[in-house]
């Protein structure tokens, strides 16, 4: 792939890089050998950073090893519609729920905005543009549902061990495993809508601009 589109490719995937690598150097900043390796099992214990990087990872490995087995994953549409969900629902869930608990400035403001809002709409048009390889399986829904399921899963198991939870709504030790358990049920319900709704979306680009899904290697 060359011109335009390529060059957008290139620098959408900084961005997305660029999101997860400030905000761990704003987390680890000035902290002791200790005190850092906590705050570094904190950094990956956000599904904001794990979807992040995740989107980071997708549109990087195309340009980088366009022949490996992730980078064929990666330019997939199942796995791209997955991805897409996860930002989507990353950037709604902050935008409505998290934002106005808090008021970065700074660096913390750039790596704010990069995380929850430019990738995520960055992404969403990257996929506008370019759908995805091969068809979008209905399929792919559930399995989507891994991911953010494995998630909450840790985030329970680590939380039990140390007290400290991600987000507020999944804070067992304010909430209680009743309530939680419940947001996690609604969430898991959004996730499996957002990934039908994007499925249908990369199955209706399919029918109106079929063929367009072409690798990034030239």
Same mark, same amino acid.
């Given at each position: 792939?060359?011109?335009?589109?390529?060059?957008?490719?290139?620098?959408?995937?900084?961005?997305?890089?660029?999101?997860?690598?400030?905000?761990?150097?704003?987390?680890?900043?000035?902290?002791?050998?200790? *005190? +850092?390796?906590?705050?570094?099992? !904190?950094?990956?214990?956000?599904?904001?950073?794990? &979807?992040?990087? $995740? /989107?980071?990872? =997708?549109?990087?490995?195309?340009?980088?090893?366009?022949? *490996? +087995?992730?980078?064929?994953?990666? !330019?997939?549409?199942?796995?791209?519609?997955?991805? &897409?969900?996860? $930002? /989507?629902?990353? =950037?709604?869930?902050?935008?409505?729920?998290?934002?106005?608990?808090?008021?970065?400035?700074?660096?913390?403001?750039?790596?704010?905005?990069?995380?929850? &809002?430019?990738?995520?709409?960055?992404?969403?048009?990257?996929?506008?543009?370019?759908?995805?390889?091969?068809?979008?399986?209905?399929?792919?829904?559930?399995?989507?549902?891994?991911?953010?399921?494995?998630?909450?899963?840790?985030?329970?198991?680590?939380?039990?061990?140390?007290?400290?939870?991600?987000?507020?709504?999944?804070?067992?030790?304010?909430?209680?495993?009743?309530?939680?358990?419940?947001?996690?049920?609604?969430?898991?319900?959004?996730?499996?809508?957002?990934?039908?709704?994007?499925?249908?979306?990369?199955?209706?680009?399919?029918?109106?601009?079929?063929?367009?899904?072409?690798?990034?290697?030239?």
């Amino acid at each position: 792939m060359k011109g335009p589109l390529a060059l957008w490719r290139i620098l959408i995937a900084l961005i997305a890089c660029l999101g997860p690598a400030l905000q761990y150097g704003l987390m680890v900043y000035d902290e002791t050998l200790v *005190s +850092a390796a906590v705050k570094s099992v !904190e950094f990956f214990s956000y599904f904001t950073i794990l &979807t992040n990087m $995740l /989107a980071a990872a =997708a549109l990087t490995a195309p340009l980088v090893a366009p022949s *490996s +087995a992730f980078a064929a994953w990666a !330019e997939r549409s199942g796995p791209r519609a997955a991805i &897409t969900t996860y $930002l /989507a629902i990353t =950037a709604v869930v902050y935008h409505t729920l998290l934002a106005w608990q808090w008021d970065p400035q700074g660096l913390r403001k750039v790596s704010d905005t990069i995380l929850h &809002t430019i990738t995520p709409i960055a992404f969403l048009l990257d996929v506008a543009l370019r759908g995805g390889q091969g068809p979008a399986r209905w399929i792919v829904a559930a399995k989507a549902m891994a991911f953010p399921a494995l998630f909450g899963v840790w985030t329970l198991a680590h939380g039990a061990l140390t007290t400290w939870y991600p987000y507020p709504f999944m804070n067992v030790a304010k909430r209680g495993y009743p309530k939680v358990l419940l947001t996690m049920v609604e969430m898991s319900v959004a996730f499996a809508l957002g990934a039908l709704i994007f499925i249908a979306l990369f199955r209706l680009r399919a029918r109106v601009a079929p063929g367009q899904g072409e690798p990034i290697s030239a």
